[in-house]
């Protein structure tokens, strides 16, 4: 136990970011949070060939709709009676592979200490700026690489099979790219949960299509994030490289001038638009040292301006803001030469 808190400890310490005082630092004295993490994952494998209706009821009363949500939306078994649900586990517990990672998440993660703490600073900060909100239990599983985080009102379940990191086999077998699980290791879970509770919170599909407005959600959502997890390193926020993000701040007055004289800011065409601002490995037609996602990255930086100059503006009065010309207007944001 003691080598697992100074393990997280330390990579606490190493991610905090080199920039001096950070904006987001709050005083969370006298805030307290309570919850639980439990491993459905050990509980499911734990009987091995021998589910039973009894054992799935069993499961059903531990883990409430959790357990439901896992069954017939994560696994996707149809839906009867406990006897039929019982013989649909046991198919999946027995099946080699899934065997096989479930023995590596287990392995991985022989605890939760560090899960546990990561997510408490969550809550605490969460608790902070949005106190009278309830926060869930957190519930961990394996899903055979179908669901990395779901959230519900009463859970944030956390698929540990997403998480083995980028040396596993499973990953390039599956034809997942190397950009993506590149980041499939254990310090990009508390990220993906805040970025995953943000995303239920906030729903994409309302945001108007249009780039200037998609780039500030995301700058939103990277705002957030931080306020989240003030000690997180920016590159486990974004998902960028050191060096991507080096890249992005050496050539941040180049980039926002490519979307100016390209009149690309309230392009409604997201064919168009889209490589500015989805999951890739670069930013195609920008130098390969470029990270995806350039635009979110921008976004950022917009929305860090709107929230210094607009002193009496809050947290949760930003995330209410749906204009995104207003959000840009009076953040004058204009990077210098």
């Given at each position: ?45 734990s ?98 690489f ?26 390039p ?33 309302m ?63 997201q ?21 995806a996602?350039?635009?979110?990255w ?23 803001e ?16």
């Amino acid at each position: 136990m003691k080598k697992g808190i100074y393990y997280f400890l330390v990579v606490v310490l190493a991610l905090i970011s080199a920039c001096g005082s950070n904006k987001h630092d709050v005083d969370l004295e006298g805030i307290e949070v309570s919850f639980n993490v439990e491993r459905f994952e050990k509980d499911l494998f734990s009987k091995g060939s021998e589910i039973t209706a009894s054992d799935v009821e069993r499961l059903r009363k531990k883990y409430g709709s959790f357990a439901d949500i896992f069954f017939f939306n994560m696994i996707r078994l149809p839906e009867g009676p406990d006897s039929s649900v019982a013989t649909g586990l046991n198919m999946f517990v027995n099946d080699a592979e899934i065997k096989d990672v479930a023995r590596l998440s287990d392995s991985v993660f022989t605890d939760v200490t560090e899960i546990k703490e990561g997510i408490e600073g969550f809550y605490l900060h969460h608790k902070y700026y949005f106190p009278e909100r309830h926060l869930p239990e957190v519930v961990t599983y394996i899903s055979a690489f179908n669901y990395a985080v779901i959230t519900t009102d009463s859970v944030i379940g956390i698929g540990l099979d997403m998480f083995l990191g980028p040396t596993i086999n499973y990953y390039p077998r599956m034809g997942i790219p190397k950009y993506m699980f590149s980041r499939f290791s254990r310090e990009y879970i508390i990220p993906s949960v805040v970025k995953a509770w943000f995303q239920s919170d906030y729903d994409i599909s309302m945001v108007k299509n249009e780039l200037l407005s998609q780039m500030i959600y995301q700058g939103k959502q990277l705002y957030y994030m931080k306020a989240m997890l003030p000690e997180m390193h920016d590159s486990l926020l974004t998902g960028f490289t050191g060096e991507q993000l080096k890249w992005c701040e050496g050539n941040e007055t180049e980039m926002w001038s490519f979307f100016i004289e390209n009149k690309l800011l309230f392009s409604t065409d997201q064919a168009a638009y889209s490589k500015y601002i989805n999951d890739g490995p670069t930013t195609n037609g920008f130098p390969k040292e470029s990270p995806a996602k350039i635009g979110a990255w921008i976004g950022w930086r917009i929305v860090n301006t709107y929230m210094e100059k607009s002193k009496n503006i809050n947290l949760t009065d930003l995330l209410r803001e749906r204009d995104a010309q207003k959000i840009l207007e009076v953040s004058g944001y204009k990077p210098e030469k």
